[in-house]
């Protein structure tokens, strides 16, 4: 992968990239950058040593030696950027989009019931394709990891979903970055034996993969049904939220993906069954009415 090197006094110089204001970033900081003509976004890095930073390094450049293989919708890295001959940062392109959290919050009222289950179900999608590539292709390790909403920006203009903080998949062998809803606290804690949990390094709670993938997916859907995080709730509170969803006459299919997560068997992509959901059992759903 290319290297520019750019001062610390040009660094300053670049203007702040304003993430939307429920949006947080706990690992960089984010600025504009004009570079051969193009608008470009900087990721700076805070931690830009030791292991961690070396397993994003060798994730950037697996994810270039890949782009064969990856799919145009992940925002992927144009080159590394060193400041003053010190590599703390990365370029990509900037994309004018808007974060899936924001589009599937109950209040964002511009934006139809049928277009934000079109946007889940491309969730869906996504992770198909990438099981395809990963048994087509010599792209054998390919999983999102860090899934959540917050990592999937929709273009209004073409109305689908580009995937972003790419740095964090895992790939060719990497090691697993930390994910939003990968967490001990989280509900596949109950679950012994299906989540490969990893020694405390400073890496991912949770090794990536197939069932990891597909259990934050179903997290997002079962989070825009309660209008709230659902992920840290007690196991008891869980099923009783299904078995509410059930009397409200939820599509069965979709019940067993979400119940899938909690227990030995291997994930299900919910996505053929997202379109199930009525207006009804949405609003029925959300956790002012559940409770």
């Given at each position: 992968?290319?290297?520019?090197?750019i001062?610390?006094?040009k660094l300053?110089?670049?203007?702040?990239?304003?993430?939307?204001?429920n949006v947080i970033?706990?690992?960089?900081e984010?600025?504009?950058?004009?570079?051969r003509?193009?608008?470009?976004?900087?990721?700076?890095l805070?931690?830009?040593?030791g292991?961690?930073f070396a397993n994003k390094l060798?994730t950037?450049?697996?994810?270039?030696a890949n782009?064969?293989?990856i799919?145009?919708?992940?925002v992927?890295p144009?080159?590394?950027?060193?400041?003053?001959?010190?590599?703390?940062?990365?370029?990509?392109?900037?994309l004018?989009?808007?974060n899936?959290?924001?589009?599937?919050?109950?209040k964002?009222s511009n934006?139809?019931?049928e277009?934000?289950?079109?946007?889940?179900?491309?969730?869906?999608v996504?992770?198909?394709?990438m099981?395809n590539?990963?048994?087509?292709?010599?792209l054998t390790?390919?999983?999102?990891?860090?899934?959540?909403?917050?990592?999937f920006l929709?273009?209004?203009?073409?109305?689908d979903?580009?995937v972003?903080?790419v740095?964090?998949i895992?790939i060719?062998?990497?090691k697993?970055?930390?994910?939003?809803?990968?967490?001990?606290f989280?509900l596949l804690?109950?679950v012994?034996g299906?989540?490969?949990?990893?020694?405390?390094?400073?890496f991912g709670?949770?090794?990536a993969?197939?069932?990891?993938?597909?259990?934050?997916?179903?997290?997002?859907?079962?989070?825009?049904?309660?209008?709230?995080?659902i992920?840290?709730?007690?196991?008891?509170?869980f099923y009783k939220?299904i078995?509410?969803?059930n009397?409200?006459?939820?599509d069965k299919?979709?019940l067993?993906?979400?119940n899938?997560?909690?227990c030995?068997?291997?994930n299900i992509n919910?996505?053929?069954?997202?379109?199930s959901?009525?207006?009804?059992?949405?609003?029925k759903?959300?956790?002012r009415?559940y409770?």
């Open positions: 992968m290319e290297i520019i090197n001062s610390k006094k300053d110089s670049l203007e702040p990239f304003t993430l939307p204001k970033s706990t690992e960089c984010l600025f504009k950058f004009r570079y003509g193009v608008d470009r976004l900087v990721k700076k805070f931690n830009n040593d292991l961690v060798y950037l450049q697996a994810i270039s782009l064969d293989y799919p145009e919708y992940f992927t144009d080159f590394l950027l060193s400041i003053n001959k010190s590599i703390e940062a990365f370029v990509m392109p900037i004018n989009g808007i899936i959290s924001i589009i599937l919050n109950e964002e934006v139809s019931l277009e934000k289950k079109y946007y889940l179900k491309r969730i869906g996504i992770l198909e394709q099981k590539i990963r048994k087509y292709t010599p390790d390919f999983y999102l990891g860090d899934l959540h909403e917050d990592n929709v273009d209004p203009s073409k109305v979903l580009s972003v903080d740095d964090s895992k060719a062998g990497n697993t970055s930390p994910s939003k809803y990968l967490t001990p989280g804690s109950v012994s299906k989540y490969k949990e990893r020694d405390n390094d400073s709670a949770y090794e993969d197939e069932n990891t993938d597909l259990y934050c997916y179903n997290i997002i859907v079962l989070n825009f049904l309660f209008g709230s995080s992920n840290n709730i007690e196991i008891t509170e939220f078995n509410y969803l009397d409200l006459g939820v299919n979709l067993e993906s979400f899938r997560i909690v030995n068997s291997n919910p996505m053929n069954y997202i379109d959901l009525t207006h009804k059992q949405i609003y759903a959300r956790s009415e409770k």
